[in-house]
């Protein structure tokens, strides 16, 4: 059987809680940046801290709950596209709603402008209000 490692991080990507200390971009952290989920993580101490410290991650989480409610299930670049937003600005968000335990991932895969298939995402059951809040 062939090992295989997160293409990020150089972890087990089949650990339990893999994706709590991975976020999918290179440069992964040995433990979640400090108050993450609920606010905007970070990978690198000095230029990627001071970006997390710029973001309303909960505001934009809200948003993005909002277009998923709207839309449907779709990748984070289709949901970037639909709130006339960054993609760097929007994919993390998909990110911490996973970790929150509020989307999930559909299985199915659309190819981004990149060309690259991405994953599809949807809500999890029942969204409560104030969860954009951490709650």
């Known amino acids: 059987?062939?090992?295989?490692?997160?293409?990020?991080?150089?972890?087990?990507?089949?650990?339990?809680?893999?994706?709590?200390?991975?976020?999918?971009?290179?440069?992964?952290?040995?433990?979640?940046?400090?108050?993450?989920?609920?606010?905007?993580?970070w990978t690198e101490p000095t230029t990627s801290r001071e970006a997390a410290a710029t973001v309303d991650?909960?505001?934009?989480?809200?948003?993005?709950?909002?277009?998923?409610?709207?839309?449907?299930?779709?990748?984070a670049d289709?949901?970037?596209?639909?709130?006339?937003q960054s993609v760097l600005t929007i994919r993390p968000r998909f990110s911490e709603l996973r970790a929150l335990g509020v989307i999930e991932d559909t299985g199915e895969r659309h190819?981004?402008?990149?060309g690259r298939r991405a994953a599809v995402w949807k809500l999890c059951g029942q969204v409560v209000g104030g969860l954009h809040d951490g709650r």
Not at 78 to 84: G, P, Q, T
Request: proline residues 7%; aromatic residues 8%.
């Open 1 to 41: 059987m062939v090992e295989q490692r997160c293409l990020f991080c150089g972890g087990d990507p089949t650990e339990p809680n893999h994706w709590e200390y991975c976020d999918g971009r290179q440069g992964g952290r040995d433990e979640p940046a400090p108050g993450y989920p609920v606010d905007a993580g």
């Open 57 to 75: 991650a909960s505001g934009l989480r809200c948003e993005v709950l909002t277009c998923l409610t709207s839309h449907g299930a779709m990748t």
């Open 78 to 84: 289709e949901c970037a596209h639909w709130l006339d």
């Open 111 to 114: 190819v981004n402008t990149s």
